[in-house]
């Protein structure tokens, strides 16, 4: 009886993601719990080229969309409405979901949610990091129950993290953002991306300098390297990274070769310098602001380091949760957009749904 009433009163939303090199599907019931989720990249091409073509990446989404959306949605029936990225990103991307979802939303007969890929990424912290319950059968009392039990509480610090964005949020409600701080220049994703493919790793650069710092021994200290801190101390809660790229060009270019030990204090120190600004800077905004949860949130989020500093830095705060979304949620994906569309659910007419490249969070 209860797997009845359940099943029932849940809403299921389709995402739809496709705002950069990504193709994503995925169905969230009531915002929290990932029914299913496909994901389709065109990474090996990007490695190929260094980074993300624009036109390359719409051409791979548009071979993957539907076959994505076939092995996310087995039957339409399972969904109530669907949610669809609608910028910022790449319009060619956009495009191709925008499109899809619209058409679905007219032969399906569903009401059709735009979404803010920004907003899809805050969302990842309501997402239940346990795994995708593929068959609805299997869904218990218990499961249902456990739900929102740690859910974000507002006020929430965010730190939005990523290839595109750096940004510091005072989130007082769903739906409702104020803009504190963002990058002058590059974000902390980019950095990482561009120092990587400095020291010759391959892309995307996060990982790569992450899995390389990881290496790190005693050894490496030979490599005597110090790396600034970007405004680290300024009272902005901005941020600036061109200059860390800088300095790691010049270091790079006082080597003859890139020698496996000097790649690895590198890595090391580009980590060391990001992670620490993104701590310091967040750290004063909780401060200030003391928000009932800080969320820490975009591709960055999925950074090891990052998250072992937040969490040390929050054992002052016991009063004030952390939250991060699972660390494979952090990228872009289809269930933070299903899941932002779920608790700030307005549809509007299909034919009013646009791609919107340059949308900012507000
Ligand atoms: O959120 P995302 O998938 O795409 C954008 O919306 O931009 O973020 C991608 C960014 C890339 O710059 C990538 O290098 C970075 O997230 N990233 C990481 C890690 N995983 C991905 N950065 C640091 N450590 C990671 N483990
Ligand atoms: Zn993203």
């Keep these: 009886m209860t797997k009845i009433w359940y099943n029932a009163s849940a809403m299921k939303i389709l995402g739809i993601e496709t705002s950069c090199d990504e193709t994503g599907a995925s169905i969230v019931e009531d915002g929290v719990q990932i029914i299913s989720n496909s994901l389709a990249s065109s990474i090996a091409i990007q490695r190929e080229w260094g980074g993300v073509v624009p036109e390359r990446a719409a051409r791979e989404q548009i071979k993957a969309m539907i076959p994505v959306i076939c092995e996310s949605v087995k039957n339409p029936r399972d969904i109530d409405a669907i949610a669809v990225t609608i910028g910022p990103g790449l319009i060619g991307s956009l495009l191709v979901g925008v499109e899809t979802a619209k058409t679905l939303a007219y032969v399906w007969n569903k009401p059709i949610v735009p979404v803010n890929h920004l907003v899809g990424h805050i969302y990842g912290c309501w997402l239940n990091p346990t795994s995708i319950t593929k068959n609805l059968e299997l869904r218990t009392e218990k499961k249902n129950s456990d739900r929102n039990i740690n859910s974000p509480e507002f006020s929430a610090v965010v730190l939005l993290v990523s290839g595109g964005h750096t940004e510091l949020i005072l989130m007082k409600d769903h739906g409702k953002f104020k ?3 963002t990058t002058r220049d590059d974000a902390a994703g980019e950095a990482f991306d561009k120092t990587a493919r400095l020291l010759g790793l391959s892309y995307p650069g996060g990982p790569a300098i992450s899995a390389a710092a990881e290496k790190f021994t005693i050894y490496n200290l030979q490599f005597t390297i ?30 003859k070769n890139l020698a496996g030990g000097f790649v690895t204090a590198m890595a090391y120190e580009i980590q060391e310098s990001i992670t620490d600004v993104l701590i310091k800077k967040t750290m004063r905004t909780v401060k200030q602001f003391l928000p009932k ?50 608790f700030n659910y307005s549809p509007i007419p299909w034919q009013k749904v646009n791609a919107d490249p340059s949308l900012e969070i507000r």
């Excluded at 110090?226 to 680290?232: A, D, G, N, S, Y």
């Excluded at 902005?236 to 080597?255: H, I, M, P, Y």
């Excluded at 999925?302 to 937040?310: D, G, I, P, Q, S």
Aim: glycine residues 4%; aromatic residues 10%.
């Design 179 to 181: 803009l504190l701080g």
């Design 226 to 255: 110090k790396l600034p801190r970007p405004m680290i101390d300024d009272d902005s809660f901005d941020f600036s990274f061109s200059g860390l790229k800088t300095a790691v060009l010049r270091e790079v270019q006082k080597q």
């Design 293 to 342: 949860s800080l969320l820490v949130c975009g591709g960055v989020a999925a950074n090891k380091k990052l998250r072992e500093k937040f969490e040390e830095e929050m054992k002052n705060y016991s009063d004030i949760k952390l939250f991060f979304p699972p660390v494979e949620y952090c990228t872009d994906n289809a269930a933070t957009i299903a899941s932002a569309a779920f």
